[in-house]
Protein backbone atom coordinates (compact mmCIF):
# COMPACT_ATOMS: atom_id res chain seq x y z
CA UNK A 1 0.00 0.00 0.00
CA UNK A 2 1.14 3.53 -0.81
CA UNK A 3 2.38 5.70 1.97
CA UNK A 4 -0.45 8.18 3.07
CA UNK A 5 0.17 11.44 4.92
CA UNK A 6 -1.90 12.65 7.42
CA UNK A 7 -2.86 15.80 8.79
CA UNK A 8 -4.61 16.20 12.29
CA UNK A 9 -5.96 19.51 13.66
CA UNK A 10 -7.00 19.63 17.11
CA UNK A 11 -8.41 22.63 18.99
CA UNK A 12 -11.65 23.88 21.11
CA UNK A 13 -15.07 24.66 19.24
CA UNK A 14 -15.10 27.68 17.30
CA UNK A 15 -11.69 27.90 16.63
CA UNK A 16 -12.37 27.27 12.57
CA UNK A 17 -10.71 23.77 12.30
CA UNK A 18 -13.34 22.89 10.17
CA UNK A 19 -13.47 25.80 8.20
CA UNK A 20 -9.56 25.78 7.75
CA UNK A 21 -9.73 21.77 7.17
CA UNK A 22 -12.00 21.76 3.91
CA UNK A 23 -10.04 24.68 2.67
CA UNK A 24 -6.78 22.68 2.50
CA UNK A 25 -8.02 19.54 1.49
CA UNK A 26 -9.76 20.73 -1.22
CA UNK A 27 -6.31 22.88 -2.45
CA UNK A 28 -4.22 20.13 -1.80
CA UNK A 29 -6.26 17.24 -2.91
CA UNK A 30 -6.46 15.14 0.45
CA UNK A 31 -9.58 13.90 2.06
CA UNK A 32 -11.36 15.83 4.45
CA UNK A 33 -12.46 13.95 7.84
CA UNK A 34 -14.66 16.34 9.92
CA UNK A 35 -15.22 13.90 13.10
CA UNK A 36 -16.96 16.15 15.10
CA UNK A 37 -19.79 15.26 12.36
CA UNK A 38 -19.13 11.97 13.17
CA UNK A 39 -19.87 12.32 16.99
CA UNK A 40 -22.88 14.78 16.05
CA UNK A 41 -24.35 12.18 14.20
CA UNK A 42 -24.43 9.71 17.44
CA UNK A 43 -25.88 12.32 19.40
CA UNK A 44 -29.02 12.93 16.70
CA UNK A 45 -29.27 9.36 16.50
CA UNK A 46 -29.82 9.49 20.57
CA UNK A 47 -31.71 12.54 20.65
CA UNK A 48 -34.33 11.12 18.39
CA UNK A 49 -34.87 8.53 20.67
CA UNK A 50 -35.07 10.78 23.41
CA UNK A 51 -31.74 9.28 25.22
CA UNK A 52 -30.09 11.89 27.43
CA UNK A 53 -26.31 11.94 26.42
CA UNK A 54 -25.50 11.42 30.04
CA UNK A 55 -27.56 8.17 30.19
CA UNK A 56 -24.76 5.57 30.38
CA UNK A 57 -27.06 2.79 30.02
CA UNK A 58 -28.97 4.07 27.39
CA UNK A 59 -26.27 4.84 25.19
CA UNK A 60 -24.36 1.62 25.53
CA UNK A 61 -28.21 -0.59 25.13
CA UNK A 62 -29.24 1.80 21.84
CA UNK A 63 -25.32 2.30 20.20
CA UNK A 64 -25.47 -1.56 17.99
CA UNK A 65 -28.72 -0.22 16.37
CA UNK A 66 -26.64 2.88 14.85
CA UNK A 67 -24.76 2.71 11.32
CA UNK A 68 -22.80 5.59 10.19
CA UNK A 69 -21.18 6.07 7.23
CA UNK A 70 -18.97 8.45 5.64
CA UNK A 71 -19.75 10.02 1.52
CA UNK A 72 -18.96 12.64 -0.47
CA UNK A 73 -19.78 14.42 -3.36
CA UNK A 74 -18.64 15.49 -6.62
CA UNK A 75 -17.51 18.87 -4.58
CA UNK A 76 -15.48 16.50 -1.63
CA UNK A 77 -17.93 17.95 0.63
CA UNK A 78 -18.30 15.28 3.23
CA UNK A 79 -21.95 13.79 4.23
CA UNK A 80 -23.09 11.92 7.38
CA UNK A 81 -24.98 8.97 6.56
CA UNK A 82 -27.13 7.73 9.70
CA UNK A 83 -28.96 4.13 9.05
CA UNK A 84 -28.89 4.55 5.40
CA UNK A 85 -30.75 8.56 6.27
CA UNK A 86 -28.47 12.16 5.25
CA UNK A 87 -28.59 14.38 8.32
CA UNK A 88 -25.53 16.17 7.21
CA UNK A 89 -27.77 18.95 7.97
CA UNK A 90 -29.66 17.99 10.43
CA UNK A 91 -26.66 17.88 13.32
CA UNK A 92 -25.51 21.38 12.72
CA UNK A 93 -27.69 22.65 15.76
CA UNK A 94 -26.05 24.62 18.75
CA UNK A 95 -28.10 21.85 21.25
CA UNK A 96 -26.36 18.68 19.35
CA UNK A 97 -22.98 20.33 18.91
CA UNK A 98 -23.34 19.68 23.30
CA UNK A 99 -24.88 16.67 22.84
CA UNK A 100 -22.11 15.55 21.23
CA UNK A 101 -19.59 16.72 23.39
CA UNK A 102 -21.43 14.67 26.01
CA UNK A 103 -21.82 11.75 24.02
CA UNK A 104 -17.63 12.23 22.90
CA UNK A 105 -16.70 11.41 26.07
CA UNK A 106 -18.43 7.47 26.29
CA UNK A 107 -16.09 4.72 25.98
CA UNK A 108 -18.44 2.74 23.99
CA UNK A 109 -18.66 5.21 21.58
CA UNK A 110 -15.06 6.47 20.85
CA UNK A 111 -13.90 2.71 20.69
CA UNK A 112 -17.33 2.18 17.90
CA UNK A 113 -15.74 5.39 15.83
CA UNK A 114 -12.01 4.88 16.71
CA UNK A 115 -11.52 2.06 13.77
CA UNK A 116 -13.49 4.08 11.41
CA UNK A 117 -11.39 7.24 11.25
CA UNK A 118 -8.11 4.91 11.09
CA UNK A 119 -9.11 2.84 8.24
CA UNK A 120 -9.61 6.65 5.95
CA UNK A 121 -6.53 7.55 7.38
CA UNK A 122 -4.89 4.36 6.43
CA UNK A 123 -6.36 4.15 2.66
CA UNK A 124 -6.05 8.08 1.81
CA UNK A 125 -4.05 11.20 2.18
CA UNK A 126 -6.35 12.99 5.16
CA UNK A 127 -6.63 16.21 7.04
CA UNK A 128 -8.99 15.71 9.67
CA UNK A 129 -10.32 17.69 12.48
CA UNK A 130 -10.99 17.29 15.79
CA UNK A 131 -10.47 17.19 19.63
CA UNK A 132 -8.06 14.49 20.13
CA UNK A 133 -6.85 13.10 16.59
CA UNK A 134 -3.10 13.77 17.14
CA UNK A 135 -3.38 12.92 20.84
CA UNK A 136 -5.60 9.12 20.37
CA UNK A 137 -7.09 8.85 16.55
CA UNK A 138 -3.74 9.26 14.87
CA UNK A 139 -0.82 9.52 17.36
CA UNK A 140 1.53 9.30 14.43
CA UNK A 141 -0.01 11.62 12.22
CA UNK A 142 2.61 13.25 9.90
CA UNK A 143 1.71 16.91 11.08
CA UNK A 144 -0.49 18.01 13.74
CA UNK A 145 -1.31 21.61 14.63
CA UNK A 146 -3.46 22.77 17.68
CA UNK A 147 -5.71 25.07 16.40
CA UNK A 148 -7.07 28.06 18.44
CA UNK A 149 -8.89 31.44 19.36
CA UNK A 150 -10.09 33.10 22.03
CA UNK A 151 -13.55 32.55 23.45
CA UNK A 152 -15.00 35.53 22.73
CA UNK A 153 -13.31 35.72 19.16
CA UNK A 154 -15.18 31.72 18.53
CA UNK A 155 -18.25 32.97 20.05
CA UNK A 156 -17.90 36.40 17.66
CA UNK A 157 -17.13 33.94 14.61
CA UNK A 158 -19.76 31.38 15.36
CA UNK A 159 -22.91 33.70 15.89
CA UNK A 160 -21.95 35.44 12.49
CA UNK A 161 -21.73 31.87 10.81
CA UNK A 162 -25.28 31.35 12.09
CA UNK A 163 -26.79 34.42 11.29
CA UNK A 164 -25.68 34.29 7.99
CA UNK A 165 -27.17 31.18 7.65
CA UNK A 166 -30.17 32.14 8.63
CA UNK A 167 -30.81 31.00 12.40
CA UNK A 168 -31.44 32.48 14.99
CA UNK A 169 -27.83 33.65 17.58
CA UNK A 170 -27.64 35.19 20.29
CA UNK A 171 -23.68 36.30 21.42
CA UNK A 172 -24.14 36.47 25.19
CA UNK A 173 -25.21 32.72 24.84
CA UNK A 174 -23.09 31.61 22.34
CA UNK A 175 -19.68 32.93 24.54
CA UNK A 176 -21.38 30.99 27.14
CA UNK A 177 -22.35 27.78 25.22
CA UNK A 178 -18.73 27.94 24.08
CA UNK A 179 -17.43 27.98 27.38
CA UNK A 180 -19.13 25.52 28.40
CA UNK A 181 -18.22 23.19 25.33
CA UNK A 182 -14.04 23.79 26.32
CA UNK A 183 -15.05 22.79 29.98
CA UNK A 184 -16.94 19.29 29.14
CA UNK A 185 -14.22 18.80 26.03
CA UNK A 186 -11.40 19.47 28.40
CA UNK A 187 -12.33 17.67 31.84
CA UNK A 188 -13.91 14.81 30.09
CA UNK A 189 -11.92 11.16 31.58
CA UNK A 190 -11.58 9.51 28.06
CA UNK A 191 -8.89 11.41 25.66
CA UNK A 192 -9.88 14.99 27.34
CA UNK A 193 -8.84 18.02 24.84
CA UNK A 194 -5.39 19.16 24.92
CA UNK A 195 -2.70 19.53 23.02
CA UNK A 196 -0.28 16.81 21.32
CA UNK A 197 3.11 16.85 22.43
CA UNK A 198 4.85 17.54 19.38
CA UNK A 199 1.63 19.68 18.02
CA UNK A 200 2.46 23.29 16.66
CA UNK A 201 0.24 26.20 18.28
CA UNK A 202 -1.33 28.22 15.94
CA UNK A 203 -3.69 30.84 17.49
CA UNK A 204 -6.11 32.33 15.21
CA UNK A 205 -7.52 35.29 17.27
CA UNK A 206 -6.01 38.04 14.85
CA UNK A 207 -5.99 36.08 11.60
CA UNK A 208 -8.44 35.99 8.59
CA UNK A 209 -8.98 32.70 6.68
CA UNK A 210 -6.37 33.55 4.19
CA UNK A 211 -3.84 34.35 7.18
CA UNK A 212 -4.53 31.04 8.72
CA UNK A 213 -4.26 29.33 5.67
CA UNK A 214 -1.41 30.68 5.01
CA UNK A 215 -0.08 29.73 8.56
CA UNK A 216 -0.62 26.05 8.09
CA UNK A 217 0.46 25.60 4.79
CA UNK A 218 3.78 26.68 5.65
CA UNK A 219 3.17 24.32 8.93
CA UNK A 220 2.66 21.77 6.72
CA UNK A 221 5.06 22.73 4.15
CA UNK A 222 7.80 21.68 6.97
CA UNK A 223 6.66 18.02 6.63
CA UNK A 224 5.33 17.56 3.53
CA UNK A 225 6.39 18.49 0.42
CA UNK A 226 3.11 21.21 -1.47
Same mark, same amino acid.
Given at each position: ?12 ? =?? =? ?14 ? $? @? ?7 ? &? ?12 ? &????? %? $? ?8 ? $? *????? !? ?7 ? @?????? #? ?14 ? &?? *?????? !? ?11 ? =????? #? ?5 ? #??? @? ?10 ? %? %? ?51 ? =? ?15
Amino acid at each position: MAKTYSIAIDGPA =GA =GKSTIAKALAKELGYH $Y @VDTGAIYRT &VAYFLDLLGISPKD &VDGVE %R $YIDELTIEIE $Y *DETGK !QHMIMNGMD @VSDDIR #TQDISQKASLVSAHKV &VR *DMLLDM !QRDVAKKHNVIMD =GRDIG #TVVLPKA #TVK @VFLTATAEERAK %R %RTAELLAKGQKSDYAQTLKDIQQRDYQDMNRPIAPLKQAKDAVLLDTSELDIE =GVIAAMKQIIGEKIAL
